[in-house]
């Protein structure tokens, strides 16, 4: 449907469902370099009771489920800002309740990162949304791709599911 | 206040650039509450943009006519019909009406509401249940007329409901849409849950400004201009995006979305600062309760 023709999409972390949508839209994916689209995608969050966990293994999660996001995140506004154009960011994760107790934290941290990131940055025309799912059907990726989109260009803050067990 | 030109402000493409192909909602019939003007129009136009046929229901025939002929403009197939949706047998008749002149109800938006800013204290009882009962009764009798149907007719179909970015903060000036929209945006969760075994989804747009014609201060320049610098994407909502984002809710794209009240508003609804203006209570302020009338 040409949503992301010309555009440039560096998606960090392996959801097919998503690289395939993004290039079906007319996006060039790419692994670094200038690009007008990131999304992050949570790795599997490790379950486990969370009086079993350990400190690094809490903050192992804490690391991929918010951490990496955000400095990743604030790298990319840079870039935008320097070629003094705008962009479109998207997390990817697991539904709060969905991974257990640490996932649960960074998830909960994550929404409202998003909201805060996307006041910050509105000016810049940089646009931050985050989708919590279980589902990985071709929705995700046809979501993902409306919200990378100038379509979605008045959507930014926004903390969205699919499935009705999301949010 | 102008936006600075070095904020970049970022803008949907064009009208006849729509987010899918012309027949993605081919042989559908979409029935679209208060459709006739507004917010109700811009889906009706996003939904005939995709090849759905349109039922433009309004409480005004004459207004209802007015958007069919727009939507005939545009080449989609429609038809006009007068409904109050507070009232179980005028729905059920629109239905019929609906029916007969474009086949089954397939998909339908619900969009009937009625608006305007007023103390609380001033809320008459036919003020309250006049917007309460156009969007939560309205609703419900649209909805499980339709989910009625479509179990009959053993398919599933697509619900989408106009909320608004007011419903996590309370809006004052504003109790009974507030009140009315949030019902709104909890009765689509709960109807996803309670339709999704028969194929039927149920989304939300949580909607934030979208000036048009009949807003409480129109779509002119000199009413929108005040709002654009106070809204974090610099901009007050373009209505094709509104109607473009409620269709993909009810389109294949997305078919596997239900339960979702997705805010659209380009941030006006988030927390910008820890200091905020001084509090003036909304019966005191000079230009009315909403504050910019």
Known sequence: MGWLTGRRARLIGDYPPISAAL?????????DGACDILLHCAEMAMVRPLHEMSHAQWRHALDQGLDQRFFEAKAFADQCREAGKGGSIIFI??????????????????????KTLAVEWARDGIRVNTVLTASHAATLGHLVAYLASDYAAYVTGAVMGIGMDDL | MPVPDHHIVAEPPPFDK????SDIFARQVVLVTGGGSGMGLAMAQAFAQGGASVAVVGRSLERAQEGAATIEAIGGKTHAISCDVRKADKVAAAFDEAERALGPVSLLANNAG????VLAEAISVNAWNAVTRIAIDGTFLCSSEFVRRRIAQGHGGAIVNNSAQYIWTGFPGDAHSAAA???????TRAMAREWAGYGI???AVAAGFFPHAASTRGDGNDAIEPLQNMIPAGRTGRIREFGWLAALTCSPLFSGMTGQVIVQDGGESLRRSLMMPDFIPPRERANGPWGWQ
Request: include cysteine; charged fraction near 10%; hydrophobic fraction near 35%.
């Open chain 2, 201 to 203: 989804r149920v989304n």
């Open chain 2, 114 to 117: 009625a608006n305007f800013p």
């Open chain 2, 18 to 21: 729509p987010p899918y192909p």
């Open chain 1, 23 to 31: 290039s079906s839209a007319g996006a060039e994916l790419c692994t």
């Open chain 2, 181 to 187: 929209k949030t019902a709104q945006a909890t009765m």
């Open chain 1, 93 to 114: 994760g697991w539904p709060e309740h969905d991974r257990g107790s640490a996932q649960a934290a960074a998830v909960g941290a994550l929404g409202n990162l998003t």
